[in-house]
């Protein structure tokens, strides 16, 4: 039997090569596209940076590979970048440094050992320099068009699992941590750092679901306990397959935040890395949870903001503090 993932695996394999030579007569323009595979465009933007292929790989699965996007060099710089940060030999503005939930009451130790998230590194400008990638925000500007904002900022160090699997990332949409919208004017651009595959707990993506609706989200029940914030889709039975994202240094994925996904145990004894960026369009708005969903994420944040920062701040301002322009103008968000 020719299972769904089996199919997606030749889409990717396809995807792994360069895109099939575009003719003047199969052009990129939105009507030509949507003509070409007889579906309206909605995810992707109309310009000519990506293949007919990979505009429609995005549109019908709500991701998107790209082999060896960034160089072997860059990541070096952000992985000793990484390490100078865990060794304390730089402080680094707003950054909140995670440990796993396992080691969350022991005592700390200057070591990446320690560190099993940092989040919001936009002061640091090594680190920064990811987001601003041009060869990254050439793609980003295909789901957000040309007014870009950093809205998020993440190196992920899965530690190897202590034995609780306390590693593991639920099954999550990212949109439900943000008050900003249109959904499909945001991307995140997620790049393996080292290869990534199941040992050590790769990206699990479920091709299509970002045509679904935001789901209730909340702390998983498991035994070993959670990652806080780690909220995960409540009560979910989906029929879409699970497709496991092998990826080598430099790869890079870009998703859509309705696109569930999550991550597997780390079962070796390395810390496996990853940098990420949330990106949004400018021109998006916030809007207000009150009453929706959300309404659970965003008081937990302002929550945090109050007990860690002495911050009486909304659940939006709480992004608008973070947000950075990476390209173009700052008009909305
Ligand atoms: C803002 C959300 C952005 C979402 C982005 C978009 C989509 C991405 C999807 C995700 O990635 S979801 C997960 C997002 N992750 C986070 O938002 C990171 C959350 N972690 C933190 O903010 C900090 O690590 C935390 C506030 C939990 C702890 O930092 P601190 O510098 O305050 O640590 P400290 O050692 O002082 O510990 C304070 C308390 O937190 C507890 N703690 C620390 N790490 C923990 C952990 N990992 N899990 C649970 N509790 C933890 C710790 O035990 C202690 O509890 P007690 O008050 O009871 O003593
Ligand atoms: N029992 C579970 N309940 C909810 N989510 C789960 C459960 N088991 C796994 N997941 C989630 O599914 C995703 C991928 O899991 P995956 O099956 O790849 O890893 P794993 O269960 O850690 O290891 P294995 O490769 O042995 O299955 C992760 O987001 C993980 O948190
Ligand atoms: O495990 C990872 O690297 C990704 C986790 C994730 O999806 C997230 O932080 O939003
Ligand atoms: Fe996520
Ligand atoms: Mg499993």
Known sequence: MFRATDRLKVLLHHLDRPPAAVTASSCTSAQAVSAHYRVPLRYTLDNDHLSPEQRHFYEENGFLLIKNLVSAEDIDRFREEFERICRREVQVPGLVVMRDVTIAKSEFVPDQRAVSKLQDFQEDPELFRYCKLPQILKYVECFTGPNIMAMHTMLINKPPDAGKKTSRHPMHQDLHYFPFRPADRIVCAWTAMENVDRN??????????????????????????????????????????????????????????????????????????????????????????????????GNEIKELALQKYDLDIKFQESWALRACLVQGERTSL
């Open 200 to 297: 050590n707990g790769c990206l699990v993506v479920q091709p299509g679901t970002h045509k679904e609706t935001l789901k209730e989200h909340d702390y998983p029940e498991w035994e070993g306990g959670v990652n806080k914030m780690y909220h995960g889709i409540r009560d979910y039975r989906s029929h879409h397959p699970r497709l496991h994202l092998v990826m080598e240094k430099g790869d890079t994925v870009f998703f859509h935040p309705l696109l569930i996904h999550g991550s597997g145990m780390n079962k070796t004894q390395g810390f496996r890395k990853a940098i990420s960026c949330h990106y949004a369009s400018a021109d998006c708005y916030y809007i207000d949870v009150t009453g929706t969903t959300q309404e659970n994420i």
